[in-house]
């Protein structure tokens, strides 16, 4: 009989081998090139790691899955507008936990367990489901630690106040214990960032 620990090994096995097919490439901390997605999600992993090493099963799949194949659903097939971009996001999140909960399903695990983490990975619940609220978080803090200022290097026609905006609902869908979680120096903000940051969640 499979015990739990080899189940969840699998499920991981399995949508680490999902993300391992991500065509574009991205260079780790260790000078190597990887798949983005791949390396998005063991981000993701070590985050929730730091953040909250005794979170349930539940989110430790979530948090593995939160991105899984997401180059199969891209934006630019949906309207270049606002109704588009949200349509993109709805289909994306679906898209997202159905292919979780169906390798989940190939590694063994129960419908109620898959539920748990299609829920967290459809976004489903925020502010009211904690476990949804946890993905939320480590999705937050692995953005600002590691994408932020890649992001902010793309749009160099975006005004101060823009930037601003973009910190603050970041920080608005973060729980209290991610915001102390991010000030307290566990967190590797990006320096160059670091006043906007400041500015934008104290006002200073």
């Given at each position: 009989m499979i015990t739990d620990r080899q189940r969840f090994?699998?499920?991981i096995a399995l949508f680490d081998a999902a993300n391992g097919e991500d065509p574009r490439q991205e260079t780790g901390p260790d000078g190597e090139r990887h798949p983005r997605e791949l390396l998005y999600s063991r981000r993701m992993?070590?985050?929730l790691e730091r953040y909250a090493p005794e979170a349930p099963e539940a989110v430790k799949l979530a948090v593995r899955a939160q991105h899984i194949q997401r180059w199969k659903s891209a934006r630019e097939s949906y309207p270049m507008d606002r109704n588009g971009y949200l349509q993109w996001r709805t289909n994306l999140y679906k898209f997202h936990a159905d292919t979780?909960?169906?390798l989940m399903q190939e590694a063994g695990y129960d419908d109620a367990t898959i539920e748990r983490v299609k829920k967290a990975v459809g976004k489903r619940g925020l502010k009211v489901n904690p476990e949804t609220q946890m993905l939320e978080d480590v999705t937050s803090l692995v953005f600002i630690e590691y994408y932020m200022l890649e992001f902010v290097q793309q749009?160099?026609?975006y005004s101060e106040e823009k930037w601003l905006d973009i910190v603050r609902?970041?920080?608005k869908k973060m729980s209290a214990e991610a915001h102390a979680?991010?000030?307290?120096g566990k967190l590797g903000l990006p320096a160059p960032l670091v006043p906007l940051i400041t500015k934008a969640v104290t006002g200073a």
């Open positions: 090994e699998r499920a992993t070590e985050m979780a909960g169906r749009k160099p026609d609902k970041t920080w979680f991010a000030l307290s």
